[in-house]
């Protein structure tokens, strides 16, 4: 299983890479927007600089096959060949998609929204595909469904793409799509700073140190 960070935060990478095992980092346009008009390639330098074998994942804006091409040389020159190239699956994605992978880029398809498009994703080769888990359960999407049947589907035809389940607004999501069968998801650290900063666990851990202390006057073992 494979944890990754849905932030460019550097201060939120730095506190859970330091906690969690975390094996990359995702972004999209609306993420990038909340840091205003940074310079993206640098900023996620200097995220690099905190793991360097954290994944990058990061999305071309480009909606044409010669656009998202240029995008994708342009973030593989700025940030390495191990970059992954987030390409939303439309028309014009699934043929670059295919393109990339003739061309030797590592590929994740996005903003999937269906079974079948996930499906059309994985002929073409993408490494990774990205369900939006929650954006699904508004449509009343059975995502569980949705994550097992796109498992059994990659495991029955030996597909090496892996499922990275996005999206999400709560943990409970997270354990129901791990459950699932997806190989990664990608979570944004205040859905995992709640379960961390959980007052029930702190009053839990509160207690077993108040405890110890009434019966040996000390608060160590
Ligand atoms: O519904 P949300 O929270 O905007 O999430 C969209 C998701 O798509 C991604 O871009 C994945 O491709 C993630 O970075 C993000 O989790």
Request: charged share 25%; glycine share 4%.
């Amino acid at each position: 299983m494979k944890l990754l960070l849905d932030s460019i935060s550097q201060n939120e990478i730095e506190v859970l890479n330091s906690v969690i095992d975390c094996y990359g980092v995702t972004s999209n346009p609306t993420i990038v927007k909340k840091h205003g008009k940074i310079n993206l390639f640098e900023h996620l330098k200097e995220i690099k600089k905190i793991n360097a074998d954290l994944e990058l994942h990061v999305q071309v804006v480009g909606q044409t096959k010669e656009k998202i091409l240029k995008d994708a040389k342009n973030i593989v020159d700025a940030l390495g060949s191990d970059t992954f190239i987030k390409v939303p699956v439309d028309k014009g994605g699934l043929c670059t998609i295919k393109e990339l992978k003739k061309k030797g880029y590592r590929v994740t398809a996005t903003a999937i929204y269906s079974e079948f498009q996930a499906i059309l994703a994985v002929m073409n080769g993408a490494d990774y595909i990205a369900p939006y888990i929650n954006r699904m359960s508004n449509m009343e999407k059975n995502t569980v469904e949705i994550i097992k049947n796109l498992r059994r589907f990659i495991d029955h035809e030996k597909y090496s793409t892996q499922i990275l389940a996005a999206s999400f607004k709560n943990i409970g999501q997270v354990t129901e799509i791990i459950n699932a069968g997806a190989h990664a998801v990608t979570v944004n650290p205040d859905l995992i700073n709640e379960v961390l900063l959980s007052p029930t666990v702190n009053k839990a851990i509160d207690q077993f140190v108040d405890d110890w202390e009434m019966t040996f006057n000390r608060k160590e073992i």
